[in-house]
């Protein structure tokens, strides 16, 4: 019995297979004959092509001749990348939903987010940061791709990515700058790039585009308040690195007797009025570009006219949130990304935005102090020296020197020891603002400041350090420093410091 068994068991897949061979034979001609139809054939190129065409149909009548979808083409990529190089949404999404992965490496390790970067794929680039791609993995050489939309000039993708990799920004600013891409520098600074961002060596964004010629990226990052006299750590300024590069236009470009207004002390009143004038200015720039772009498409809603900017001193803001996570932010589309975000524990604050950062360097430097009497030296294309005592004004401006002195202070480099300084305090008539500049460090018009909003009403505040403020639940904070790229807050009943980043007007 058992012997006959086996036998018809034997006999029946011989049936069975005779019976399919020409069932799979006629499929696989019905297949091919309806992709010539189409105008295609059962190949890989072909393949391909139909993923760059978003042809979904036709990409069907392929799977359905058990052709593999994870068929690669000679640079190693998937249909996934060919359709995000292309645009082709409907392609990719046929795909994704056939298993393939989101972020697919392919060709040196490229994910199709990165393929749609280099291809300036802008709408594809969004489309797949909502799918989930990862904006934070690399290719074979290390490139993130923000970087890599950096470096293609793909300026819609910079602003697609910024949000996602603020890490990245101020590095991409430079890399920006390095490459001569005055659009990609616009939109960084849009997102929160600094441009007082730094390379080790302290050559800042102005100085790079400065020496390898970049014309644009140069008028573009002064325009922007990049510092005109700021030097890198050798003690150059970008005029002299652009000089010693060979570009002499662009050392006139930086390089220029000072400006009334420059040569001035700022109110409180005078910087808000600056920022709120900035911000405002970047938000309408960013709209007409994305309306030049996508004409059809909604920019993104905002009032058109914000109550002027006030000092956040002794202001109560909006209640505090529980701050949330980047991988809650992530999975929940509904979280408000203009609320600060970190990768720690929750805490409780109140939901400010930095929209804006200011510095403003004054081009009088202290050369020397000999009793009562400073040498100054005044910036320009031919630098003037000055002898100025108390009393005395600084020529073509309201500034009054108020006092000059040599003092002693604790020294920050040999802690319990004393260093002798240099000062002149200085008085602006027009203003009433007062300042004191110290021999050997840049002298400025203000305090560090920033622009913050509520993101709860949309009110905007100027913060300097040392200013205190509450939330509508009493809990009260204290501006401990304003950096560049970040506001540092601390609770005073925790004693807790959290930061807030520089997000840009668009972030």
């Given at each position: 019995?058992?012997?006959?068994s086996?036998?018809?068991t034997?006999?029946?897949?011989?049936?069975?297979?005779?019976?399919?061979i020409?069932?799979?034979?006629?499929?696989?001609?019905?297949?091919?004959?309806?992709?010539?139809e189409?105008g295609?054939?059962?190949?890989?190129?072909?393949?391909?092509?139909?993923?760059?065409?978003n042809?979904?149909?036709?990409?069907?009548?392929f799977?359905?001749?058990?052709?593999?979808?994870?068929?690669?083409n000679?640079?190693g990529?998937s249909?996934?990348?060919?359709?995000a190089?292309?645009?082709?949404?409907?392609?990719?999404?046929?795909?994704?939903?056939?298993?393939?992965?989101v972020?697919?490496p392919?060709?040196?390790?490229?994910?199709?987010?990165?393929?749609?970067?280099?291809?300036?794929?802008?709408?594809?680039?969004?489309?797949?940061?909502?799918?989930?791609?990862?904006?934070?993995?690399?290719?074979?050489?290390?490139?993130?791709?923000?970087?890599?939309?950096?470096?293609?000039?793909?300026t819609?993708?910079?602003?697609?990515?910024?949000?996602?990799?603020?890490?990245?920004?101020?590095?991409?600013?430079?890399l920006?700058?390095?490459?001569?891409?005055?659009?990609?520098?616009?939109?960084?600074?849009?997102?929160?790039?600094?441009?007082y961002a730094r390379?080790?060596?302290?050559?800042?964004?102005?100085?790079?585009?400065?020496?390898?010629g970049?014309?644009?990226?140069?008028?573009?990052?002064?325009?922007?308040?990049?510092?005109?006299?700021?030097?890198?750590?050798d003690?150059?300024?970008?005029?002299?690195?652009?000089?010693?590069?060979g570009?002499?236009e662009i050392?006139?470009?930086?390089?220029?007797?000072?400006?009334?207004?420059?040569?001035?002390?700022?109110?409180?009143?005078?910087?808000?009025?600056?920022?709120?004038?900035?911000?405002?200015?970047?938000?309408?720039?960013s709209?007409?570009?994305?309306?030049?772009?996508?004409?059809?498409?909604?920019?993104?809603?905002?009032?058109?006219?914000?109550?002027?900017?006030?000092?956040?001193e002794?202001e109560t803001?909006?209640?505090?949130v529980?701050?949330r996570?980047?991988?809650?932010?992530?999975?929940?589309?509904q979280?408000?990304?203009?609320?600060?975000?970190?990768?720690?524990?929750?805490?409780?604050?109140?939901?400010?935005?930095?929209?804006?950062?200011?510095?403003?360097?004054?081009?009088?430097?202290?050369?020397?102090?000999?009793?009562?009497?400073?040498?100054?030296?005044?910036?320009g294309?031919?630098?003037?020296?000055?002898?100025?005592r108390?009393?005395?004004?600084?020529?073509g401006s309201?500034?009054?020197v108020?006092?000059?002195?040599?003092?002693?202070?604790?020294?920050?480099?040999?802690?319990g020891?004393?260093?002798?300084i240099?000062?002149?305090?200085?008085?602006?008539?027009?203003?009433?603002?007062?300042?004191?500049?110290?021999a050997?460090?840049?002298?400025?018009?203000?305090?560090?400041?920033?622009?913050?909003?509520?993101?709860?009403?949309?009110?905007?505040?100027?913060?300097s350090?040392?200013?205190?403020?509450?939330a509508?639940?009493?809990?009260?904070?204290?501006?401990?420093a304003v950096?560049?790229?970040?506001?540092?807050?601390?609770?005073?009943?925790?004693?807790?410091?959290r930061?807030?980043?520089?997000?840009?007007?668009?972030?």
């Amino acid at each position: 019995m058992k012997g006959f068994s086996r036998g018809m068991t034997h006999t029946a897949i011989i049936v069975i297979s005779t019976t399919m061979i020409p069932s799979c034979k006629k499929r696989a001609d019905t297949v091919k004959s309806d992709l010539r139809e189409a105008g295609y054939q059962l190949t890989a190129e072909d393949w391909f092509r139909a993923s760059r065409g978003n042809d979904v149909v036709a990409m069907r009548k392929f799977v359905s001749g058990d052709f593999s979808i994870d068929t690669r083409n000679a640079e190693g990529n998937s249909a996934l990348h060919e359709a995000a190089a292309n645009g082709a949404q409907d392609s990719a999404d046929y795909l994704l939903d056939r298993g393939m992965a989101v972020d697919l490496p392919g060709g040196s390790e490229r994910t199709p987010l990165m393929a749609a970067v280099v291809a300036d794929q802008t709408e594809m680039v969004r489309w797949l940061l909502r799918q989930g791609a990862d904006p934070r993995l690399k290719d074979q050489d290390g490139f993130r791709p923000l970087m890599l939309a950096v470096r293609e000039g793909s300026t819609g993708s910079v602003a697609e990515l910024a949000a996602y990799d603020r890490e990245d920004l101020d590095p991409a600013l430079l890399l920006a700058a390095l490459v001569g891409q005055a659009d990609v520098i616009d939109s960084l600074t849009n997102y929160g790039a600094s441009v007082y961002a730094r390379m080790e060596d302290g050559r800042t964004p102005l100085m790079i585009a400065a020496e390898n010629g970049h014309v644009e990226s140069v008028k573009l990052l002064l325009e922007i308040g990049a510092g005109r006299y700021t030097k890198n750590s050798d003690g150059r300024t970008a005029a002299e690195i652009a000089s010693d590069a060979g570009y002499p236009e662009i050392v006139a470009m930086i390089v220029r007797d000072p400006l009334p207004g420059e040569l001035a002390l700022e109110s409180p009143e005078q910087i808000a009025e600056s920022m709120d004038a900035f911000v405002d200015a970047a938000i309408e720039k960013s709209d007409q570009a994305a309306s030049a772009v996508e004409p059809d498409s909604k920019a993104i809603a905002h009032d058109d006219y914000h109550a002027p900017s006030i000092l956040i001193e002794g202001e109560t803001l909006s209640s505090p949130v529980a701050e949330r996570t980047t991988a809650e932010v992530r999975a929940n589309t509904q979280v408000p990304t203009s609320i600060a975000v970190t990768d720690n524990k929750s805490f409780e604050m109140p939901p400010l935005v930095m929209r804006h950062y200011r510095e403003r360097e004054i081009p009088v430097g202290i050369e020397t102090v000999q009793g009562d009497t400073a040498t100054l030296m005044i910036e320009g294309p031919s630098p003037k020296t000055l002898k100025v005592r108390a009393g005395d004004s600084i020529p073509g401006s309201s500034l009054v020197v108020v006092r000059v002195q040599r003092r002693m202070e604790d020294s920050k480099s040999n802690p319990g020891g004393h260093v002798e300084i240099s000062t002149v305090q200085l008085r602006d008539d027009s203003t009433g603002a007062t300042r004191e500049w110290i021999a050997g460090v840049s002298s400025s018009a203000h305090d560090p400041v920033a622009l913050v909003e509520d993101a709860a009403t949309g009110k905007r505040y100027i913060a300097s350090p040392g200013q205190r403020f509450k939330a509508a639940d009493g809990s009260e904070f204290l501006i401990s420093a304003v950096r560049p790229n970040q506001l540092v807050i601390e609770e005073l009943a925790s004693g807790e410091v959290r930061t807030i980043p520089l997000r840009g007007p668009r972030g």
